[in-house]
T-cell receptor, first 113, second 114 residues
Framework: DQQVKQNSPSLSVQEGRISILNCDYTNSMFDYFLWYKKYPAEGPTFLISISSIKDKNEDGRFTVFLNKSAKHLSLHIVPSQPGDSAVYFCAARSSGSARQLTFGSGTQLTVLP | DTEVTQTPKHLVMGMTNKKSLKCEQHMGHRAMYWYKQKAKKPPELMFVYSYEKLSINESVPSRFSPECPNSSLLNLHLHALQPEDSALYLC?????????????FGSGTRLTVV
């Protein structure tokens, strides 16, 4: 049973426009949600996170929104740039002592010049 | 130093071989993790070490044997693997309790079992 789901395997966006990546989760015990970006043959790179007690966190071009009642979060990238093309993973952190992350299946974002 | 270093980057091994994957970080992180990632799939947690003690083993077969010799090093010993164990093996580290800043991942070891 997937506790973190990314239902869109791919997304294409024109350069300069907004990219919106979505993620749904089922476990109410997650205390932090994170987004990672991954290029081929590299490890995931941390992008931005949000606490479960917040509904928005912004860092430059990246904003994450959390809707706890819907168990849904989204990553907005604006404006999108060709260098943003990568696989984006949503991850949720367990609130137990080990703090392990559970990842979604990823969304391949392609930003077209 | 803000990196997690994994060696080797690529490894090809036979099903009867014994090999080890190594992971090193010098950020003072006291939690270290092994993840396995198959193509077009998310990373899957294998093991968690917290303060050099194994705290989570996600029902990983015994042909994978983790070891944390000190707070900077994490090894994964491999023995009698199967071809389906071929994958990207990722090491990560974090401060226990501060994982909301995100793990730091290494670039991974691409393992092929023949």
């Amino acid at each position: 049973d997937q506790q973190v789901k990314q239902n869109s395997p791919s997304l294409s966006v024109q350069e300069g426009r907004i990219s919106i990546l979505n993620c749904d989760y089922t476990n109410s015990m997650f205390d932090y949600f994170l987004w990672y970006k991954k290029y081929p043959a590299e490890g995931p790179t941390f992008l931005i996170s949000i606490s479960s007690i917040k509904d928005k966190n912004e860092d430059g071009r990246f904003t994450v929104f959390l809707n706890k009642s819907a168990k849904h979060l989204s990553l907005h990238i604006v404006p999108s740039q060709p260098g943003d093309s990568a696989v984006y993973f949503c991850a949720a952190r367990s609130s137990g002592s080990a703090r392990q992350l559970t990842f979604g299946s990823g969304t391949q974002l392609t930003v077209l010049p | 130093d803000t990196e997690v270093t994994q060696t080797p980057k690529h490894l090809v091994m036979g099903m009867t071989n014994k090999k080890s994957l190594k992971c090193e970080q010098h950020m003072g992180h006291r939690a270290m993790y092994w993840y396995k990632q198959k193509a077009k799939k998310p990373p899957e947690l294998m093991f968690v070490y917290s303060y050099e003690k194994l705290s989570i083993n996600e029902s990983v077969p015994s042909r994978f044997s983790p070891e944390c010799p000190n707070s900077s090093l994490l090894n994964l010993h491999l023995h009698a693997l199967q071809p389906e164990d071929s994958a990207l093996y990722l090491c990560a580290s974090s401060h226990p309790g501060q994982g909301h800043y995100g793990y730091t991942f290494g670039s991974g070891t691409r393992l092929t079992v023949v």
